[in-house]
């Protein structure tokens, strides 16, 4: 595809269930950047992969956030047992190597009731 | 208080107006600055990129970093309807990947 792209697109959850959102980059871009973006806020970093190698998850909130990229490309985060405070659009964007200019996903929003 | 400081607005303008956009920040450390645009229901795209301290300037848009008194601005010449959206200032530091985003100011202009 021409740029990032996320599914689903939005995503409606009950309080305890897991969820797992998806992150296509574009082709050969080895960078890949996991953000949360509250209402009214600016996205804030999660975590960042450099081909499968996940080298920053410091910005993950809970132990109840994974990340994976496991062959490079696609990226899952998978959020565990999921609270209202969840609640978010999780923005997806990658890069090409030693650029600092990111391409961002249209995002997933996750509604946790 | 938070790394980097952005007004949220809204801030509404006249079509034509100039437009100017700012953002502060605490970390000496940051050398990378970015703008980035963000419709509703978007994600965010980059609109300019600078290092270190000065101007630069693309089509109708200017960006300008003071790294001694850690101030950044946005300024938007002849701004139109379209142009109405979220911006987002950004910085990284030197060989740094994790990009830290101000909560954005929205921006209304009027036809």
């Known amino acids: ?113 | 208080q938070k790394e980097v400081e952005q007004d949220p607005g809204p801030l509404s303008v006249p079509e034509g107006a100039i437009v100017s956009l700012n953002c502060t920040y605490s970390n000496s450390a940051f050398q990378y600055f970015m703008w980035y645009r963000q419709y509703s229901r978007k994600g965010p795209e980059l609109l300019m990129y600078t290092y270190s301290s000065g101007n630069k300037e693309d089509g109708r848009f200017t960006a300008q970093v003071d790294k001694s008194s850690k101030y950044i601005s946005l300024f938007i010449r002849d701004s139109q309807p379209s142009d109405s959206a979220t911006y987002l200032c950004a910085m990284t530091r030197t060989g740094g990947f994790k990009t830290i985003f101000g909560a954005g100011t929205r921006l209304f202009v009027k036809a």
């Open chain 1, 1 to 113: 595809g021409a740029g990032v792209s996320q599914s689903p697109r939005y995503k409606v959850a009950k309080r305890g269930q897991d969820v797992a959102l998806r992150c296509d980059p574009i082709s050969g871009h080895v960078s890949l950047f996991w953000y949360q973006q509250a209402l009214g806020q600016g996205p804030e970093f999660l975590t960042y992969f450099q081909n499968e190698a996940q080298l920053d998850k410091s910005g993950l909130p809970s132990d109840r956030f994974f990340a994976e990229r496991p062959e490079g490309s696609v990226s899952t985060l998978k959020i565990q047992r999921t609270q209202q405070e969840d609640s978010a659009v999780y923005l997806c964007a990658s890069s090409l190597p030693a650029s600092d200019e990111q391409f961002f996903g249209p995002g997933t929003r996750l509604t946790v009731l």
